[in-house]
């Protein structure tokens, strides 16, 4: 079964940087896209970032120029790398890596990660 386990979030002053990992283990498979979600309280779950597997990137209006969004495909691990972080990034930041596994096309889910800008 394929785990995705995050890790790198933490509370942080604005203006600080935080750089969060999404290791996927479990197995032989090939990544096909990846992302970065998040959901911060009272709002709805937003596309931060996302890499597909030829490297091309996208990413939210609100954090361009601020994070950016890096695939280990050796490691089959994302990372986001966050700087400038403002109050208003504050969320839980899910990872979502998308795989072929046994020759079925799966979409796998990081249990999320908090990440506290204070202000």
């Known amino acids: 079964q394929v785990q995705l386990v995050e890790s790198g979030g933490g509370l942080v002053q604005p203006g600080g940087s935080l750089k969060l990992s999404c290791a996927a283990t479990?197995?032989?498979?090939?990544?096909?896209?990846m992302g970065w979600y998040r959901q911060a309280p009272g709002k709805e779950r937003e596309l931060v970032a996302a890499?597909?597997?030829?490297?091309?990137?996208d990413y939210a209006d609100s954090v361009k120029g601020r994070f950016t969004i890096s695939r280990d495909n050796a490691g089959n691990t994302v990372y986001l790398q966050m700087n400038s972080l403002k109050p208003e990034d504050t969320a839980v930041y899910y990872c979502?890596?998308?795989?072929?596994?046994?020759?079925?096309?799966?979409?796998?889910w990081g249990q999320g990660t908090l990440v506290t800008v204070s202000s």
């Open positions: 979502n890596v998308r795989i072929i596994k046994t020759g079925r096309y799966l979409e796998v």
């Open positions: 479990g197995g032989i498979f090939v990544i096909t896209a």
């Open positions: 890499i597909t597997s030829v490297g091309s990137t």
